[in-house]
Every structure is written in structure tokens, then in C-alpha cells.
DNA sequence: TGTATATATAACGCTGCTGTTATATGTTGT
DNA sequence: ACAACATATAACAGCAGCGTTATATATACA
């Protein structure tokens, strides 16, 4: 989940959640060199985030559906987890009423 | 948020969300030095994460309720963005059929 | 076949972050 | 006042990540 981490990567993600797009197309977009956009997309290609396929001299990207819906879940499992941890301070807090009333 | 993003800190939240600790209880808890838990707990209070009270010699912390609600939103936010983006993959890739089943 | 275009890779520098050790600051108890 | 302890800060080393320029590879087209 750290591929998602850098603010171009997540550019580029919005970029082809829009619609598939080549390199050049993708380069236009950021005012980043054409190699750092290929490295940008080979680290996502190797976490699974996009896929490319050749058309001719041209290489489109796509998101990849299923690990996109994984990254869905796992966010899903974030805000529970940070849910969880508010919740368990709620209770932090109200016990300490409590010991604090006790008195 | 950036504050969160490393995995030492994510590991004193933790520790926090069961109760207050001491910044010695802390140094205790991590195999790292003393020194780097206080930078630590520095970026965590810099960014409104926790919140420290002198009590004689020894500094106790602990979590701060409104920041932790906030971030929790944030999740929640962080979440629906990413079920957006995979509806709107969805969408697209539905498209993609149409156009293929229009020819 | 040679040239232009599209993309990937290599090599390198810079920057930021985390860790460490050494030191400063402040508090307690004798 | 001093010794011991708790915490913070300073100064520095090491590493990872991003960016750049230069170069390799592959395809299209004259």
C-alpha cells in the first residue's frame, strides 16, 4: 500500500480512474520528466495497481479492477481500525471520570 | 497525517489508545533509543496527534480525543474516495463493453 | 535500411527522515 | 548545593526515495 504513498502516484491513479491513458499522455499531465513517470508506473505495475498492454510503439495503462478494489477494502479496514482506536480512548477517558467520581 | 505514516508512531498511538504512558514506559515498549521516541512524540505533538503534562520530573502523554475523531473522518473520507475510484473503474470498464458490443 | 517516435533503464545527485551519541535542562531528594 | 533521574535538544551518519540527464530498446514509416 506504500505505492499509494507518493502525492504523483496518487495523480497518476486519479488520472486513469478517469480513463486509460499512454506514457506520453500521463507526462503531459505532470510537470515531471518522461523516466520519472515510467518509474512512477513500474512501481505500480509491481504493486499490481496498473497494467499496461503494447499498442504499436504506444503503452496504455489501465487500473487494475481487482487490486483497486483491494485497496477499497483496505481503507475500509483503516477507518475501522482508527474507529476502534477513538473508541477505545472514549473509554479511556470515561473510565477516568469514573476513578476520578470514585473519590 | 503524514504523521502516521511511520510504523514506529503508528506503534506509540497504539500503545496510547490502551492508556497514558510516560515517555520512559514508551522508550521501554520500542527497541529504538530514547531520543528518537522524544522526536517522536515531538512530530505527534506538532501535529495535534497527542498531548504531554509535566507531573513532577517524569512527562506523561496521551492521546488527543479531537485530533483522533479527525483523523478517523479523515479515513472515512480516505475510504469513499477510493470506493469512488473503483465505481468509476467500473464504470469505465462498462463502457468499454458497450463500445465493444456496439461494433 | 535509416530515421523519428515512444518507452524503459542506468547512473547519479539531492533531500528528507530515522536512528545514534553526546549534551543541555529541569526536577527530586539528601 | 549536589547527585541522580527523566526528558528534550543538538549534531551527525546512513539510507531510501524522487528527480534529472544520458542512453538503450523497440516500433513505425519513408
Same sequence: chains 1, 2.
Avoid at 88 to 93: E, T, V, Y
Amino acid at each position: 500500500m506504500a505505492a499509494l504513498a507518493d502525492g504523483t502516484r496518487m495523480g497518476i491513479v486519479e488520472a486513469l480512474a478517469a480513463g486509460d491513458r499512454t506514457v506520453n499522455e500521463l507526462v503531459s499531465l505532470f510537470p515531471i520528466s518522461q523516466p520519472a513517470i515510467s518509474r512512477h508506473l513500474r512501481v505500480l505495475r509491481e504493486a499490481g495497481v496498473v497494467e499496461s498492454k503494447a499498442i504499436g510503439k504506444v503503452r496504455v495503462y489501465q487500473l487494475n479492477a481487482a487490486t483497486l478494489r483491494d485497496v477499497s477494502e483496505w481503507a475500509d479496514r483503516c477507518r475501522q481500525q482508527w474507529e476502534a482506536r477513538f473508541d477505545a480512548l472514549g473509554k479511556h477517558l470515561d473510565e477516568l471520570k469514573e476513578t476520578r467520581r470514585a473519590r
